[in-house]
């Protein structure tokens, strides 16, 4: 439910894991949520208000589901600085590292003009990434969505 704010959480840096990566209808997984929550020490985000209550402190309830509005509330309460950092996977939340020359040169989608482009590799997706037009677009998407409050 909230995949689009997934993404943005990882952007931005933070370490996220996704309810959708548990297999769907386990009737325990509303406990197996609390509990790798508190075993992890991660905070529970959830547009679940009963499940929200059942994790106490260690859950946040988001009424909303515009993910620019459930980015605001968590920079609103303290838990998030937004700011893009796109150091971490999007898709599967594995750091990245800088890409070596052979796996630039094997991504067919990689852009021919490498000039002034820095190469990031997902070790376990196998995924170029580079600073171009799709970060610029999510750079620009991000900067009006979040722009309000930034207020500094
Ligand atoms: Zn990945």
Redesign the pocket.
């Known amino acids: 439910m909230l995949g689009t704010l997934t993404r943005y959480l990882r952007l931005m840096g933070y370490d996220t894991l996704s309810a959708n990566a548990l297999s769907p209808g386990n009737p325990r997984e509303d406990t197996v949520l609390l509990s790798i929550a508190a075993s992890d020490e991660r905070i529970l985000l959830t547009r679940d208000a009963e499940l929200a209550r059942r994790g106490g402190e260690r859950a946040v309830y988001l009424a909303t589901e515009d993910p620019t509005e459930q980015v605001r509330r968590l920079a609103g309460m303290g838990l998030i600085v937004p700011s893009l950092r796109f150091d971490r996977?999007s898709?599967?939340n594995?750091p990245l590292r800088p890409a070596k020359k052979r796996e630039i040169e094997g991504a067919a989608y990689a852009p021919e003009d490498r000039q002034g482009f820095s190469f990031y590799w997902?070790p376990?997706?196998r995924?170029l990434y580079w600073d171009g037009s799709h970060t610029r677009r999510i750079r620009r998407q991000f900067g009006d969505a979040v722009s309000e409050i930034r207020t500094d």
């Open positions: 996977c898709l599967c594995t997902c376990l997706c995924r």
